[in-house]
């Protein structure tokens, strides 16, 4: 059963990361300053593969460190072996496993497990999210200047116009709570659970927000790109909200002023 295999996979990838974590690994550098990638994370991602692959031999994959395992079958698994990978190397516990899975381009099922946390997230295109097997619901918070809110910073465009340093002063300027984890997954799941009211950034990949997404959606969140429109994982933007604050917050993102 798919909904097994994507449990399986997230605590076989969570094992290797709590097998690394506060140990000694070999780091390495990718493209960017302080973009790192660690044994931990290749031990990880080798071992969810494996567990998709037992069970799915001929399914889609594609894996942040790995790349694209393709086939022609309509599912297609979402891999981030470790996301968080900065917090990892640093002994912060705010680091996970994320994975979706996508039917015929949508996504069907996603999990994201913080072991360290002991916070498992789940979620089911249709049947609501949860957080180790409790339901979970996004927040009321009903007005963007009293929210509390999550972004990230990409290696690129920090000071573009309505980049993510404008952006991020002009909400931190009226004093918005504006919340910096280093994993866009936790973030996610993190408005999914009403601990935060929104969430953006400016640069995400596939794997970042795949199982995230759904998660938050199924909280009965809103998740789209800075215009409004659906939100698709092959897009950079991510704009996560409860909903109420969805257009308020996405006002801000294309230069608009917050209401006091
Ligand atoms: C990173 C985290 C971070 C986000 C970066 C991502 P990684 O993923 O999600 O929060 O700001 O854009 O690359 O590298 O730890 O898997
Ligand atoms: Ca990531
Ligand atoms: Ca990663």
Redesign the pocket.
């Known amino acids: 059963m798919l909904k097994t295999t994507l449990l399986n996979a997230v605590q076989a990838g969570a094992a290797q990361l709590m097998h690394y974590y506060n140990g000694s690994f070999i780091i390495s550098n990718k493209e960017g300053v302080n973009?790192l990638v660690t044994e931990a994370d290749h031990a990880a991602e080798k071992a969810i593969i494996e567990v998709i692959h037992n069970d799915y031999p001929d399914h889609f994959i594609l894996s942040?460190e790995t790349g694209e395992i393709i086939s022609n079958s309509e599912y297609k698994w979402i891999i981030?072996p470790?996301?968080?990978?900065?917090n990892f190397a640093n002994g912060i516990p705010l680091c996970c496993v994320s994975i979706g899975l996508e039917k015929d381009g949508e996504m069907i099922l996603g999990a994201v497990y913080a072991p360290i946390l002991n916070e498992l997230y789940f979620a089911q295109k249709g049947f609501g999210a949860s957080l180790n097997d409790k339901r979970i619901h996004v927040s009321q918070k009903a007005e963007l200047i009293h929210s509390c809110l999550v972004t990230?910073?990409?290696y690129t465009y920090l000071d573009a116009p309505n980049g993510p340093l404008p952006v991020f002063e002009k909400l931190i300027r009226k004093g918005i709570p504006v919340r910096r984890?280093?994993?866009?997954?936790i973030?996610l799941c993190w408005v999914a659970a009403g601990r935060f009211d929104g969430f953006y950034?400016h640069?995400?990949?596939a794997w970042?927000s795949a199982a995230g997404f759904l998660i938050v959606q199924e909280a009965g969140g809103k998740v789209t790109d800075f215009e409004g429109n659906a939100f698709s994982v092959y897009q950079p933007h991510v704009l996560a909200t409860n909903g109420k604050i969805h257009e308020e917050l996405r006002a801000v993102l294309n230069g608009g002023e917050i209401k006091m």
């Open positions: 973009n942040e981030d470790i996301d968080g990978t900065v990230g910073f990409p984890l280093g994993s866009a997954a973030d950034e640069h995400l990949q970042d």
